[in-house]
């Protein structure tokens, strides 16, 4: 058994810092950088490069919506043609800063209500699919398993990485509970644990109403911007190489 452990970083901007990066990129192995829109600038960008870089991680764009006071969180209406231009600006964005470092893009998981709607939107899910493939189809793309990105992915051939959630709550359909709903932040590292090994190895996860429900895993998230972050990756990596699932980026095995 083998998975990846990513997490969304280099979601800083300017002088406010935001996540504990250079604690966590050594102990995951896939980074989901932000490309400017929701979070990070320039030298946030670069400075999250290096340090993937010298800890040997992969590296994956993290494409939001426009808008960093919501930091990518709120729900916008926006055309097909514009989700297909959000996601390849980012993607290029972000990669220009890989090729001065001689490193290769390895996926793209769009960020939080961008991912949310792609989740459930085909016709949006498919722009982002081409915008992903115009631009190198050999990168994968990482998204829930239930949602329509996944499964638009695969119906264009693309490489696609089904992503759990470490600190995420699930629906019965298999989709992450909303934020602001009672109970859709898991804050127990122990727990946490538990559900993730559950995920790898028996492809099963308890829904928020009770409800087992069937998952697929390829990547483990948790969110760098997370009070028990750091808490939560060093608890996971631990305990999942205990399980004997050996720790490796996307790459390696997909």
Excluded: W
């Excluded at 998952?215 to 305990?239: P, Y």
């Amino acid at each position: 058994m083998q998975v990846d452990l990513n997490s969304d970083l280099g979601e800083s901007f300017g002088r406010y810092t935001l996540g504990m990066d250079n604690e966590i990129i050594p102990l995951i192995t896939s980074a989901n950088v932000a490309c400017g829109y929701h979070a990070s600038d320039p030298l946030v960008m670069k400075k999250t490069i290096d340090e993937a870089k010298s800890s040997g991680i992969a590296v994956g764009a993290h494409p939001g919506y426009p808008d960093l006071m919501g930091f990518g969180r709120r729900n916008m209406v926006v055309s097909d043609e514009e989700s297909y231009a959000y996601a390849l600006y980012q993607i290029g964005a972000l990669d220009a800063f890989l090729k001065a470092e001689g490193m290769k893009l390895q996926h793209v998981k769009p960020h939080g209500a961008f991912y949310n709607m792609a989740a459930k939107d085909r016709s949006q899910s498919e722009a982002i699919c081409r915008a992903i493939r115009d631009y190198d189809p050999e990168i994968i793309v990482m998204a829930l398993p239930s949602g329509e990105l996944y499964k638009a992915a695969k119906d264009m051939g693309l490489r696609a990485a089904a992503e759990v959630f470490a600190d995420r709550a699930y629906e019965e359909d298999g989709t992450l509970v909303n934020r602001k709903k009672p109970g859709a932040m898991i804050t127990d590292e122990e727990e946490s644990l538990k559900r993730v090994i559950r995920m790898v190895k028996e492809h099963k996860v308890t829904a928020i109403s009770g409800k087992d429900i069937d998952i697929t895993v390829d990547s483990v998230c948790v969110h760098g911007d997370g009070v028990k972050a750091l808490e939560f990756v060093k608890k996971l990596r631990d305990g999942l190489t205990a399980e004997g699932i050996s720790i490796k980026p996307l790459r390696d095995f997909l």
